[in-house]
T-cell receptor
Framework: EPEVTQTPSHQVTQMGQEVILRCVPI?????FYWYRQILGQKVEFLVS????????KSEIFDDQFSVERPDGSNFTLKIRSTKLEDSAMYFC???????????FGPGTRLTVT | AQKITQTQPGMFVQEKEAVTLDCTYD???????LFWYKQPSSGEMIFLIY??????QNATEGRYSLNFQKARKSANLVISASQLGDSAMYFC????????????FGAGTRLFVKA
């Protein structure tokens, strides 16, 4: 069964460093998303992406964040200058159409020290 | 603004019994989608069930059913014949059918299944 994959599973970085989180969505899906979940809290929407551009972003998704689909399979989230409060689990998701269910990857746990 | 409310931070259920997890939502949109996801202790988000705002029948997927009451803006998840493996966090979520199909999540309900 096709699935969303994410790498790495765990990333530790120092405050101020740049990180890139990688995702491979399900191959025939057209819509891609990033969410984050701070430990013990609810899942928060960051950004949605369709047709090689951002469709919608939340207030969390400020100038330090960017997304890219560098090739036909990968979807990345870059955090330019990490802060301690960026420590969270980051989930990538994809959906066939925008109004279909979103399938989540296993997540990348980001720890900023 | 759209909002999802899950009022039960934790629930206990005896194995093989049914359990209902509550979810209410608030939106002014006519078109939206409602989801339930399961998050086991391993952390992944597992899609369980979906209900569209125009669907007249309640969604069912195996042991999961969604009790959709549109006028009351509720979308409760019913798990029948609970199993030990059902112990997990359960999130109710709502997808906006405008713009980028943003999905917002409730705070979750932690379900404990007792043997």
């Amino acid at each position: 069964e096709p699935e969303v994959t994410q790498t790495p599973s765990h990333q530790v970085t120092q405050m101020g460093q740049e990180v890139i989180l990688r995702c491979v969505p399900i191959s025939n899906h057209l819509y891609f998303y990033w969410y984050r979940q701070i430990l013990g809290q609810k899942v928060e929407f960051l950004v949605s992406f369709y047709n090689n551009e951002i469709s919608e972003k939340s207030e969390i998704f400020d100038d330090q964040f960017s997304v890219e689909r560098p090739d036909g399979s990968n979807f990345t989230l870059k955090i330019r200058s990490t802060k301690l409060e960026d420590s969270a689990m980051y989930f990538c998701a994809s959906s066939d159409m925008g109004f279909y269910e979103q399938y989540f990857g296993p997540g990348t746990r980001l720890t900023v020290t | 603004a759209q909002k999802i409310t899950q009022t039960q931070p934790g629930m206990f259920v005896q194995e093989k019994e049914a359990v209902t997890l509550d979810c209410t939502y608030d939106t002014s949109d006519q078109s939206y989608g409602l989801f339930w996801y399961k998050q086991p202790s391993s952390g992944e988000m597992i899609f369980l069930i979906y209900q569209g705002s125009y669907d007249e029948q309640n969604a069912t997927e195996g042991r999961y059913s969604l009790n959709f009451q549109k006028a009351r803006k509720s979308a409760n998840l019913v798990i029948s014949a609970s199993q030990l493996g059902d112990s997990a966090m359960y999130f109710c979520a709502m997808r906006e059918d405008t713009g980028g199909f943003k999905t917002i999540f409730g705070a979750g309900t932690r379900l404990f299944v007792k043997a």
